[in-house]
């Protein structure tokens, strides 16, 4: 006998390879099979765990057993045979790292489905594809600046009429829909004058007005943690993943989510056909970081609750949900979980606001929000700098508003930090007991909703 034919079984294959087939029976030991695309990230035993619970478990469903979801990092994937696809063929189309983030996305945001992006913008240019020339959109009047520019180009270019109005007043809303309208595009809070929009009312009256309108919500300022506009009768949500759900700013990508599988379908026809989907690497990154949005959110949101109080003591004219002095307070939580970790204030002077911001230290100069570090802006300068003075002005923006942005640092590092750029600014004036008030003494936001 042969020694090939004594090292062989019955079957013909090595008996070296059978034993280790034997030894490792899950393991795809001559390396033919593709692996499996990942399991829905939701525990199969049905049971329904804490938020932070969910926010971390995940069940990949690799053949390795890989504790973090794998990066399949390829355009293209084998096929059996000539016409058979299998259950991904292209990256642009789907890939297994994406299709874990979204399943674990509908998750957390009380969705049947989830879909991302490559930016928050790019999931608002797919929601806009879903609008045809002589459709009605009725938008607030205190819109991200990305968001406004694509409303002006559709306006001005698709043929789509876009009615600007402030969503705080339920009549200003009302008198603007009819059965033109196609969609409803609300902000909660807004940013950056964080204005509150009573949700459930609007989603009422745009589907009394027309069954048919979506009612879309971006959600960015407060996350999945805080708010579910789906749970309050929104029709889709997107958010900037590059914002709270990431958590570091070393990703773009955005998210859309809804309880409508055949809006669903159309939103995914948009993606495959635009070729917007979320990268398998920036896939794996978002996973990740939405993994650490409780601890992060939570503390974020407790440093800029104390800085809100601290600024407002000391006489300046505060914007956060977390006030009472806010005039939609009781109307933002019953909605919401809890208040964001974005605020801003006036200084009654656009220099000293431009002197504050030069001064500050820890608090870094740039757009955006939701990072583990402090940032600071003058959104009229910076991230609404598209939107013209004149259509500023109508909207009632302040030239002087400083945004800030909450970090995860020490919050008595950041006040210090705030009260030395409010001191070198001149924004305020020392007091005999050795502390400092605004210069002037701003109102609050009840004073002027109470005299108006």
Known sequence: MSASKENKGTSGVPSSSRSLGQAFSKIDVDGHNLPPSPAPSSPRNGKKYAFATQLVLSESGDQYNASSVPIYQTATFKQSREGEDGEYDYTRSGNPTRTHLERHLAKIMSAERALVVSSGMGAMDVISRLLRPGDEVVAGDDLYGGTNRLLKYLASNGGIIVHHVDTTTLESVRRVLSSKTAMILLESPTNPLIKVADIPTIADLAHSANPNAIVAVDNTMLSPLLQNPLDLGADLVY??????????????????????????????????????????????????????????????????????????????????????????????????????????????????????????????????????????????????????????????????????????????????????????????????????????????????????
């Not at 970790?341 to 006036?346: K, T």
């Not at 991230?383 to 013209?388: F, K």
């Not at 500023?392 to 705030?418: F, Q």
């Not at 009260?419 to 609050?444: C, E, H, I, N």
Request: charged share 20%; aromatic share 6%; glycine share 10%.
């Open 239 to 452: 958010e900037s993943g590059t914002k709270y759900l990431s958590g570091h700013h070393d990703l773009m990508a955005g998210v859309l989510a809804t309880n409508n599988l055949a809006l669903g379908e159309k939103l995914y026809f948009i993606i495959n056909s635009t070729g917007c989907g979320l990268a398998p690497f920036d896939s794996f990154l978002l996973m990740r970081g939405i993994k650490t949005l409780k601890v992060r959110l939570e503390q974020q949101q407790s440093n800029a609750q104390q800085i809100a109080e601290f600024l407002e003591d000391r006489g300046f004219k505060v914007r956060y949900p977390g006030l009472r002095s806010h005039p939609q307070y009781e109307l933002h939580h019953s909605m919401a979980r809890g208040s964001g970790a974005v605020l801003s204030f006036e200084t009654g002077d656009v220099e000293v606001s431009r002197r504050i911001v030069q001064a500050a230290r820890l608090w870094t100069i740039s757009v955006s929000f939701g990072a583990v570090n402090s940032l600071i802006s003058l959104p009229c300068e910076m991230s609404h700098a598209s939107i013209d003075e004149k259509t500023r002005k109508e909207r009632a923006l302040p030239e002087d508003l400083l945004r800030l942005c909450v970090g995860i640092e020490d919050v008595t590092d950041l006040i210090d930090d705030l009260s030395r750029a409010l001191v070198q600014s001149g924004a305020v004036t020392l007091t005999g007991d050795g502390g400092f008030q605004a210069v002037g003494k701003g109102r609050t936001l009840l004073d002027d909703a109470g005299s108006s």
